[in-house]
């Protein structure tokens, strides 16, 4: 079975870990609880036939005071790049770590996850924003880790553009 290391990166409090929770366990919490350094989920999807072990590295929101460190991203396959639809700000922290991971691990596949879509109404984030992201290439989705809404599809997206750039047996 083939196994993929993924990133799911963004800013402190976009809810990195809450789409891994409803990713990996269908589960969602009102309770905020920081991530302290790396915590690592694993699961297995089926994508076109073929079974993929995810091993899904939800890293620490990088803000003023921390940075993501090279070292975690090594190896990685592709990463989710979370943006908190309710704060702009969390755009420009996203476009950092979308060079940061550039750098580290070339140009290897990744989705931005336009996060809290069940709170629409209070984006900071509009669609000249969104489209203007599409239009660099960029892979958009709308999500909600609460309602769960575009999360599967998001992380069904980016094991399909990793296994396209993957060469079969």
């Not at 203007?132 to 575009?150: C, D, F, H, N």
Request: net charge neutral.
């Amino acid at each position: 079975m083939m196994q993929k290391k993924i990133c799911v990166l963004g800013g402190f409090a976009v809810g990195k870990t809450s789409l891994v929770a409803r990713f990996v366990s269908s589960i969602f919490s009102d309770k905020y609880l920081s991530t302290v350094g790396v915590k690592i989920d694993k699961k297995i999807v089926a994508v076109d036939g073929r079974d993929v072990t995810l091993m899904v590295w939800d890293i620490y929101g990088q803000d003023e005071f921390q940075t993501v460190q090279h070292s975690q991203l090594r190896g990685m396959s592709g990463y989710l790049l979370v943006v908190d639809g309710t704060r702009r700000a969390t755009l420009e922290t996203a476009r950092q770590l979308h060079a940061k991971a550039l750098d580290v691990a070339g140009d290897v596949p990744f989705i931005l996850v336009l996060n809290k879509a069940d709170l629409a109404a209070e984006w900071e984030i509009d669609d000249a924003a969104f489209f203007t992201l599409v239009e660099q290439g960029w892979r958009v989705i709308r999500a909600s880790a609460k309602t769960g809404e575009g999360v599967e599809e998001a992380f069904q997206i980016l094991t399909r553009a990793m296994l396209e750039t993957t060469p079969r047996p």
